[in-house]
């Protein structure tokens, strides 16, 4: 009995910090186009869906680095000190990253809340005038 205690406990606090909301994350309610067009012009936007994923269809001009590996490898493509548009699969995965990237010290952070991936066929122009 409390094992299923503590696992309802614990399955409680998980659930409750999934929903916690991210201090430094935006979370824009438009599609994709219009999001980059309210977000800073030096944003950078990374995308953390797997690369099998992001090799069958992209953005141009994107930071691939799958969630998992986003904690090892962020400072190769990004600083703290970069405002970064994050792409995920879905609503959850987006504040895990958001999650990673303000421990590491990110403070200008946004999400598009919607259907993210329908637009990828849409824009096939670089972002930012081809620089990122």
Known sequence: MIVI????IVGLIWMV??????????????NLQDSLMVAPSSI???DVRDAVLYDKEHIP???????GR????WNQSLSSGDAVMILADNYFKSKKAAR??????????YAV????LRHLSSIQEPLNGGSV
């Open 113 to 116: 809340r919607g259907p993210v």
């Open 100 to 109: 990673i990237l303000h421990r590491r010290g990110f403070r200008r952070l």
């Open 17 to 30: 910090l999934q929903l916690w909301p991210v201090p430094s994350l935006s979370c824009l309610r438009m």
């Open 61 to 67: 001009d994107t930071i691939n680095i799958s969630l």
């Open 44 to 46: 950078k936007v990374l």
């Open 5 to 8: 205690y503590t696992a309802l």
């Open 70 to 73: 986003l904690p090892f490898v």
